[in-house]
């Protein structure tokens, strides 16, 4: 029997990926910027037994078995399959694959990029295949192709019909910007109405907001944002952030039927963030929201007790079930 074992991490994109060019190939009509989290803090862990003894493929996720034949797991499967020189004994073989997050559902994080990166470089070390693997993650979850690079990264939509240049590379390692930090506000514990998937999709076919974004708003930004990285100017990133994010959520407004994601307390708290940075005079904090209500800050390191205490005042915590509340020691590190 082989056994490998692999991790990947959750990755909270800075200019967003919203919206497919080709839904089977998940191929995005524009280019997003993501930070992968420290993985000792929130990773997903996959491990592969592979045997020609087993009677058949199977999953469990989180400790329950799921359907070996969900397409997208499929799909890496097969990519995994057609890059790899199968010897007589990997052809024989039947997978068994186990996989668990160390974070909490209740933390609103898409599972999906780090388990799908994680399923990918497993499969990869177990088939030993060698070279660029974000474009088999991406096969499983679009956003997950970022979460095979560890610091700042950038999945590149690319032109090609078949997909062949649409991956992600890694624009610096974590070790770059020490001093980020990134805060996950838990607004709410909830599902989403709408899975991004379905947002994208009608967004796609309803939103001109959304194909004005991709041609004429994000190429210009993706690239200011890179080089506000590449020299660490926080106030540059932490604008652009905050414009691309806002801007993703005015494309679900545009999209029909809209989409909202946000609730009041995410208003509550982008207002309160502008209204922090204009108090400070500089910009100090970026925020950013994902398909759901949950509002993920980045900040520095030197202004985390100082936001942790504002946000404290302004909305007191309560505790939420499985989260771990760690008071001045932020959750999560780029
Ligand atoms: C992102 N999101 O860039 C954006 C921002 C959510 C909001 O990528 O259909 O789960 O599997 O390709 O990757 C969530 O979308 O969608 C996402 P699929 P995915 O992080």
Known sequence: MSIVTCIAPVNIAVIKYWGKRDEQLILPVNDSISASLDTDQLCAKTTIMASADFDADRIWLNGREESINNPRLQNCLREIKKRAQLSPEMENWKLHICSKNNFPTAAGLASSAAGYACLSAALAKLYRVEGDISSIARCGSGSACRSVYGGFVRWYAGTD??????????????????????????????????????????????????????????????????????????????????????????????????????????????????????????????????????????????????????????????????????????????
């Open 161 to 334: 019909p078949n997909g062949n240049d649409s991956i992600a590379k890694q624009i610096v390692p974590a070790s770059h910007w020490p001093e980020m930090r990134i805060l996950i506000l838990v607004v709410n514990e909830e599902r989403k109405k709408t899975s991004s998937a379905i947002g994208m999709k009608n967004g796609v076919l309803t939103s001109e907001l959304l194909k004005y974004r991709a041609e004429h708003c994000v190429p210009k930004r993706v690239e200011e944002m890179n080089q506000a990285i590449m020299t660490k100017n926080f106030e540059k990133f932490a604008q652009l952030m905050m414009k691309d994010s806002n801007q993703m959520h005015a494309v679900c407004l545009d999209t029909s039927p809209p989409c909202f994601y946000l609730n009041d307390v995410s208003f509550g708290v982008i207002d309160l963030i502008h209204a922090y940075n204009e108090a400070s005079n500089r910009v100090k904090v970026g925020y950013t929201n994902d398909a759901g209500p949950n509002t993920v800050l980045y900040l520095l390191e030197k202004d985390v007790p100082e936001v942790l205490g504002l946000l404290d005042y302004y909305f007191p915590s309560k505790p939420v079930d499985n989260v771990e509340y760690k008071r001045g020691n932020p959750p999560a590190s780029a």
